[in-house]
C-alpha cells in the first residue's frame, strides 16, 4: 500500500537550518510530483512546495521562496526539504502529498503523510 | 493571489445533511478538492474535481462548484464526520501553487 513517512522535525533556533525527509513505498515514487504542505498547530493548511516527477521544476510558495529548497532522489524514493534561515512562524507540522493520480492535471492530493513537527524557538 | 473562504464552523444533527461552502472568485471555472482532517490525523481527500469521489469514500459525500461557491455536501451525517474540512484549487495564474481554504469544523450535535 501506499506510504508516505516523514522524518527530521524538531526544535531549532530561528535563523539555524534543518532538513525534514519524506520516505515513499508502495508505488513507483518517479512517476509522480510530490508537495510539502504544512500548518501551524491548531491552523490551515498551507502549500509549501512541489517538486515534479523528475526533479526538473520546482515551486514554491512566496512565504518559504529563496529560505526552503525542494529535492528528491528517485533512487532511494526520498523527498526532502531543506530549510534555511527559519523563523518561528515555519513552527509547523510539515507533511508531504503525492500528487493525485485521478484528479485532473494532479492537482490534489491522494495520499500524505502523518507529518513530522518542525519548532522554531530559542 | 487567489482566496478561498470557508465559514469557521458548521454544526448539523446526525443523520441530517451538512452542507460547507467554498467561496472563491469564479471558482466554477476551477476544480475544486476537498479532505477531510480529524484530530492529530494527516488530510484525507474525500472529493476531487468538484464531485468525484476517490475510492472507499462513502457515497454520502458529494460536491458541486458553480459560479463563485463550492459546496461539499454530507448526507446522512454520522457523528464520526465530525472533522476539520478544507477546500483547495490549483491557482492557474502562480505555477503549481496549490490554495486551500481557512478550513470548516464541522460539529455534529
Known amino acids: 500500500q501506499v506510504q508516505l513517512v516523514e522524518s527530521g522535525g524538531g526544535v531549532v533556533q530561528p535563523g539555524r537550518s534543518v532538513r525534514v525527509s519524506c520516505a515513499a513505498s508502495?508505488?513507483?515514487?518517479?512517476?509522480?510530483?510530490i508537495h510539502w504542505v504544512r500548518q501551524a498547530p491548531g491552523k490551515g493548511l498551507e502549500w509549501v512546495a512541489v517538486i515534479t516527477y523528475d526533479g526538473s521544476n520546482k515551486y514554491y510558495a512566496d512565504s518559504v521562496k529563496g529560505r526552503f529548497t525542494i529535492s528528491r532522489d528517485n533512487s532511494k524514493n526520498t523527498l526532502y526539504l531543506q530549510m534555511n534561515s527559519l523563523r518561528a512562524e515555519d513552527t509547523a507540522f510539515y507533511y508531504c502529498a503525492r500528487g493525485g493520480q485521478d484528479c485532473s492535471g494532479a492537482t490534489c492530493s491522494d495520499y500524505w503523510g502523518q507529518g513530522t513537527l518542525v519548532t522554531v524557538s530559542s | 493571489s487567489y482566496v478561498l473562504t470557508q465559514p469557521p464552523s458548521v454544526s448539523v444533527a446526525p443523520g441530517q445533511t451538512a452542507r460547507i461552502a467554498c467561496g472563491g472568485n469564479n471558482i466554477g471555472s476551477k476544480s475544486v478538492h476537498w479532505y477531510q482532517q480529524k484530530p492529530g490525523q494527516a488530510p484525507v481527500l474525500v472529493v476531487y474535481?468538484?464531485?468525484d469521489r476517490p475510492s472507499g469514500i462513502p457515497e454520502r459525500f458529494s460536491g458541486s462548484n458553480s459560479g463563485n461557491t463550492a459546496t461539499l455536501a454530507i448526507s446522512r451525517v454520522e457523528a464520526g464526520d465530525e472533522a476539520d474540512y478544507y477546500c483547495q484549487v490549483w491557482d492557474s495564474t502562480r505555477d503549481q501553487h496549490w490554495v486551500f481554504g481557512g478550513g470548516t469544523k464541522l460539529t455534529v450535535l
Open positions: 508502495g508505488f513507483n515514487f518517479s512517476d509522480y510530483a
Open positions: 474535481d468538484d464531485g
